[in-house]
Each structure stands twice: as structure tokens, then as C-alpha cells.
């Protein structure tokens, strides 16, 4: 991976060399730290960087460290504000992904969040697909279950929690599979490893409710407002079963690293067709036009850099 040369860290921006994080920190040991996955995307014909939804990126972000008693001296404008400075001072000129981190800075044994100091940082990387077969991909249910809220809650964007979707990624990518769909305690469709998930069934747009122990994704959040307000579908937040994914016409799944992924078999069964169908090859266009400025409607959600 294409990595910045500059980072932010410990309150400035600093070589990427020089942004170490010791191995006596806690965010290290515990896993408690909260993160947020941004993309800035490059568009050619404007000469500019656009960063896409940075506040809600950043709302998510201070909700995660509220969740995990965590304070850092900066807002969400605040943090736009270095993200911009972070990325001139690479002068990026590709699509880019942006991972702002906050953590439990201080050092030393024994687990807990309170009476420890907080810190963030940020670095960039370049970023195209993250899922090399985003147009025609092959799900499989997992044999894990999607970390519960009264577990570690699953509305934050908590790293210790990543060690879920580590399992179910690996096992689903090693057992053939481009990716998996995670269910929750109760056996409904919570999401993906790292993905929000969508299916249409007569002709609307279904998706788990955040009770059903999803990550409240901003691209989730975009396409539901798209599909809405520029394609007429109707979307319905409701709990989905298993088997109902079968007999889904469509399958897809939404996330800022993998964009929008259609997914065209489930455990071996096709999924209408057995190839992308319209609606998700529509919202893949559209979504590619909104991020990269080119629809004057949602300009409101690309902030320049
Ligand atoms: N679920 C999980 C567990 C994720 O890590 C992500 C990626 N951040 C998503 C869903 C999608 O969220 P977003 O659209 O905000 O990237």
C-alpha cells in the first residue's frame, strides 16, 4: 500500500516515520481504541481532492469515543480542518483513504477505560478496490455471530471489535468465498465483515435496522437517502431472515472501503439473475457521481481539500 509520508500525531503533523505508538499503550494492549475509514476522492476534471461526508465520518467518530469514555480537544470542524492540512501536505492527487484513530494513550498494565489519557491520530493511504470482485461476488453465511451491543457494541466503530470481523473474513475468504453476510444473537442479517448489507425483495430496498447490531455506515446512510430521493424505491430498515436472502432479486453491500459491492450468489444459490441487477448497478453509478462531485444536487457532502 501507497502510504502518506506525513501523519498527524500527538497534536501535529509529523513524518510517518516519527507517528509511533509504543507497545505499553493501552489502545495496543485492550483494543481500545475507536476509528473511522474516510475516503477523499480525486476528481480530474475539477483539479481537487473531495472528502467525502467528513462531518458524519467525525460524528461517528466522537460517538464511538463517547461510548468508550474517551475526550479529544477537537470537534468535527476541528478535525476537517487537519484532515485538509494532512492532505496538502501530500498533495494527493488519486483516490485516497483516511483512518483517524483515537486511543488510549497512556502506558502500562491493567485493563479499563477511565483515568487514562486519550490522543489521535490520523494517517492516508492510497486506495482502490478493496474487494477485487465487487460487480459479480459470492457470500456465504457466516459461522460467527455479529458482536451483540451488550458485548462490544457494535454502533461503534470499537477496533477491539475487529477481531469478529477478522474471523469472519478470513474464514469466509479461506473457505473460497469473497465475502461473508454476519448474523446476529437472534440468527437475522446483522451485515458484512466491514459492509452494511441491502437486498431488494419486491421491488423495495431492505436493510437491517441499527438494533439489529450494525454499524451505522455513512454509505449506508448516503444510499438510503439516494435510492429514495433520486430513484423513487422505497427502503424499508426492518430485521431479515436468512433464508429470505435467497429469495432476494437483488444483493448488495455498502461501505466506504468497498464502495458498493454486488453480490450475485449466496452459499451456491444465485440471487435473481445471477448477475448485478438494475437497481444496484444504478446506485453504483450514482454513488460514483456524487463522490466524485459531479452531482450539483449532494455537493453538500464533498468537502474540498
Ligand atoms: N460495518 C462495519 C463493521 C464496518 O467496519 C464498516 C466500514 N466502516 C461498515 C459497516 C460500513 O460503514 P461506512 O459506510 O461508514 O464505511
Not at 439473475?273 to 464533498?302: C, E, I, Q, S
Request: charged content about 25%; glycine content about 6%.
Amino acid at each position: 500500500m501507497d502510504l502518506s509520508k506525513h501523519a498527524f500525531f500527538e497534536g501535529k503533523i509529523v513524518p510517518l516515520a516519527e507517528a509511533k505508538i509504543s507497545v505499553a499503550a493501552h489502545g495496543f494492549m485492550y483494543g481500545t481504541t475507536v476509528f473511522s475509514g474516510m475516503r477523499a476522492y480525486w476528481s480530474g476534471e475539477k483539479e481537487r481532492l473531495f472528502i467525502f461526508r467528513p462531518y458524519e465520518h467525525f460524528r461517528r467518530l466522537l460517538d464511538s469515543a463517547k461510548i468508550m469514555s474517551m475526550s479529544i480537544p477537537y470537534d468535527e470542524r476541528a478535525l476537517i480542518d487537519l484532515t485538509i492540512e494532512l492532505l496538502r501536505a501530500d498533495d494527493w492527487r488519486e483516490d485516497v483513504y483516511l483512518r483517524p484513530t483515537i486511543y488510549k494513550a497512556d502506558f502500562g498494565v491493567g485493563v479499563r477505560l477511565h483515568n487514562l489519557r486519550d490522543d489521535f491520530c490520523m494517517f492516508v493511504t492510497a486506495f482502490d478496490k478493496y474487494l477485487a470482485n465487487d460487480s459479480d461476488a459470492h457470500l456465504t453465511f457466516s459461522s460467527w455471530r455479529r458482536v451483540d451491543d451488550n458485548v462490544i457494541p457494535a454502533r461503534g466503530k470499537i477496533s477491539g471489535a475487529y477481531a469478529n470481523s477478522a474471523l469472519i473474513k478470513t474464514d469466509a475468504n479461506r473457505a473460497g468465498f469473497d465475502e461473508a453476510i454476519v448474523l446476529d444473537q437472534d440468527g437475522h442479517v446483522s451485515e458484512g465483515s466491514a459492509m452494511n448489507f441491502f437486498m431488494v425483495r419486491d421491488g423495495k430496498l431492505v436493510t437491517p435496522p441499527p438494533t439489529d447490531n450494525i454499524l451505522e455506515g455513512i454509505t449506508r446512510r448516503s444510499i438510503i437517502e439516494l435510492a429514495r430521493e433520486e430513484l423513487g424505491v422505497e427502503v424499508v430498515e426492518r430485521s431479515i431472515d436468512r433464508s429470505e436472502v435467497f429469495l432476494a432479486e437483488e444483493v448488495f453491500m455498502t461501505g466506504t472501503a468497498a464502495q458498493i459491492v454486488a453480490a450475485t450468489r449466496v452459499d451456491y444459490r444465485p440471487i435473481g439473475g445471477g448477475v448485478m441487477g438494475p437497481l444496484t448497478a444504478k446506485l453504483r453509478a450514482l454513488f460514483d457521481d456524487v463522490v466524485h462531485a459531479r452531482h450539483p444536487k449532494y455537493l453538500k457532502w464533498n468537502v474540498e481539500a
